[in-house]
């Protein structure tokens, strides 16, 4: 028995919000378990990660501090990003790689947006369906 046979075939909006939310009290910790998470249970073209790296990182071979994590989803473009210890979550509306609206969200809404997003894709796509069972059996 996998950690997926415990997850129903459908995750509800509130099993993926509570995954999503699940270390959020540390927003440089929540940061880098979400950009875990996500990069494993998500195809790699939907997540990208960018990185704040020092010269040590770099001397060292080390990844640095998550700076931004981009989700992309259809038109659906959401960032969390880390400057001076503090969230900036954001919610675009993207298409054909122009930004028609931007939305500068708490990190809670964001939070409830992404998964709210991720279950809309989900019904639509199967590999997005097979993803987000895998987010929620990891969170």
Known sequence: MTELDNVPER???DMVT???????????IY???????????????WVTVDWDRSMSDRMHGRPGQVA???????ERVMTLGVQRGAPVAEICREVRGVVLSREQVQ??????????ALVAHAEQNA?????????????
Do not use: H, M, N, Y
Request: a positive charge.
């Open 11 to 13: 995750p509800s909006l």
């Open 18 to 28: 509570a995954a999503l939310r699940a270390d959020s009290a540390d927003v440089v």
């Open 31 to 45: 940061a880098r378990v979400l950009t875990k998470s996500l990069g494993e249970a998500l195809p790699a073209e």
């Open 68 to 74: 931004k994590i981009t989700v992309r989803l259809g």
């Open 107 to 116: 990190l809670g809404v964001w939070a409830q947006e992404l998964a709210r």
């Open 127 to 139: 590999e997005a369906a097979r993803a987000l069972r895998r987010l929620v059996a990891d969170g």
